[in-house]
């Protein structure tokens, strides 16, 4: 199993001129041992702009490892920009939030596009650390999800608090809507 099809470290735009194109990724080793936690389609370290194009994860449910892989795995410090096209993942988050720094920012932006199924807003300190600090905005796009999946777009909570995870939420089309998850205690 690989981490990641593509480490974006830099600064990585995505169009699709054709209207067709895609990057597509699917991990087909079992799960036996963590390999990093996931095998995703894009992790994000830097400023990912996605303006059209398809962004997929195809990583079937016996392969995947508690709830992963993403088709983008956003990391503390990073900046998604999701303009157009579609995020998909066959099985839960198509977008996860890694926010594990008290002081550099997950960010991302979703102004529109299609995203099927979750994204997925993870304050993962356990209960240790201070809040890890996010910012999630979306001000459109068209969220779908799978029959599995409950919620389009999750708030997921393991910190002492969620002082530093800030969500707004002021356009878009929600099949499922909203969930908060807190295991504070």
């Keep these: 199993a690989a981490y990641a099809m593509i480490v974006n470290k830099g600064n990585l735009v995505i169009k699709d001129s054709v209207g067709t194109g895609k990057i597509s990724y699917e991990d087909i080793t079992p799960y ?12 994000n370290e830097g400023t990912l702009t996605i303006l059209g194009g398809t962004i997929e994860n195809m990583t079937s449910e016996a392969v995947m490892n508690y709830g992963y892989p993403h088709a983008i795995d956003a990391y503390q410090g990073s900046v998604t920009n999701i303009y157009g096209g579609t995020i998909a993942s066959l099985n839960y988050d198509c977008i996860r939030m890694f926010c594990n720094s008290e002081t550099l920012a997950t960010e991302v932006n979703i102004y529109g596009g299609n ?11 356990n209960n240790t650390h201070a809040a890890g600090y996010g910012i999630l905005n979306i001000t459109g796009g068209n969220f779908t999800t799978t029959d599995g999946v409950g919620a389009n777009v999750r708030l997921l909570n393991f910190s002492k608090d969620a002082s530093n995870m800030k969500a707004t939420v002021s356009g878009g089309k929600f099949d499922k809507g909203i969930a908060v998850q807190n295991y504070t205690g």
């Design 32 to 43: 036996t041992s963590d390999p990093g936690w996931a095998s995703n389609t894009i992790r």
């Design 115 to 125: 995203i099927i199924n979750r994204v997925t807003f993870q304050n993962p300190n």
